[in-house]
């Protein structure tokens, strides 16, 4: 069996396994899967009820990763993420507190409810996979990633992430509702007596360690890319900065995101080449974060996503 098909196995036993928690929210598990293989982090995006909270928990319980969940408010400090040093009286020293950041997944729960200093806590922890507490510097557990949720409704006592830390996240995935067949699914999980909240009586298991996805990672390496490929991915994000109804475009850090993400989506469907259609699945969740639309788009009613189709709709697709 070669490596990309264990990859794909791995793949199809998470997602069969945190389906057990979250009913549908297919293509969010896959964006997911492919941070995770990448080393990426996700941004969800959704109304409160749609299970942002339980698939992250249930992700970090089926691959037996440590998890840490940071529930942002306007009074949160940076050494709330990060930690701090605390003196021991006993010992007549200062000793290390490890904020929740120290974990594999950290679930930043309502991110723009606090204000930029306290986000930009996690820049460095993105970036660079360190804390620095008092001018030292930590390294983060391997593999690392932020999960980070936000309300695309509620404005009031909220403070929008800026660019830079928008940035940090190589997608931007959207949560809708369910449709009406899953949602009377999980309402008749709910009629069964099912607790949501409890992975173990949900009967989830570890179905898949770490070191499997540092291997993943790994065989990532070997998935090609054809010069055709590539010249799409740059065709496409050149495409963003063109565009009359955009007025910042997405940045050659976006052009590497997308066309990192996708060599993960050709590693998770058991190849190790990309495809078109493999750019094509991750342009909006790695690009539509990345770009600003003029503000009389906006004021029409244009959103970023259909500014992305029609880009994609204006790029020939390589053969």
Do not use: W
Request: glycine fraction near 8%; charged fraction near 25%; include cysteine.
């Amino acid at each position: 069996m070669s490596d990309a098909n264990k990859v794909m196995q791995l793949a199809t036993a998470v997602r069969a396994e945190v389906g057990k928690a979250v009913v549908g929210q297919t293509d969010t598990i896959d964006s997911l899967l492919v941070g995770l293989v990448t080393g990426g982090h996700v941004l969800l995006e959704g109304v409160p009820g749609t299970a942002k909270t339980l698939l992250a928990r249930s992700m970090s319980h089926v691959l037996g990763a440590s998890f840490k969940r940071i529930q942002f408010s306007p009074d949160l400090m940076p050494a709330d993420v990060v930690g701090t040093n605390v003196y021991d009286a006993e010992t007549g020293s200062f000793r290390l507190r490890r904020g929740p950041v120290f974990a594999n997944l950290v679930l930043a729960d309502e991110i723009n409810r606090t204000p930029p200093k306290t986000q930009s806590a996690l820049l460095e922890a993105m970036q660079e996979g360190q804390a620095t507490i008092d001018g030292t510097s930590h390294v983060l557990p391997h593999p690392f990633m932020v999960i980070a949720t936000q309300n695309p409704v509620e404005y009031e006592g909220t403070y929008p992430l800026p660019e830079a830390q928008l940035d940090r996240f190589q997608q931007k995935v959207i949560m809708g509702y369910p449709s009406p067949a899953e949602e009377i699914e999980v309402l008749k999980r709910h009629v069964g007596g099912l607790e949501q909240t409890d992975l173990d009586e949900l009967g989830l298991t570890k179905v898949a360690t770490t070191a499997d996805l540092l291997e993943a990672r790994v065989e990532l390496d070997s998935v090609t890319v054809d010069d055709g490929v590539t010249a799409y991915v740059s065709g496409i994000v050149r495409a963003t900065r063109e565009h009359a109804g955009v007025s910042l475009g997405a940045s050659p850090r976006a052009a590497v995101s997308l066309l990192v993400a996708s060599k993960a989506r050709a590693l998770l469907s058991g190849r190790a080449f990309v495809t078109p259609d493999d750019v094509k699945s991750m342009v909006h969740d790695c690009l539509r974060h990345r770009v600003l639309l003029r503000p009389e788009i906006e004021i029409e009613g244009v959103s970023v996503d259909s500014v992305l189709d029609d880009v994609l709709g204006r790029v020939e697709v390589p053969r």
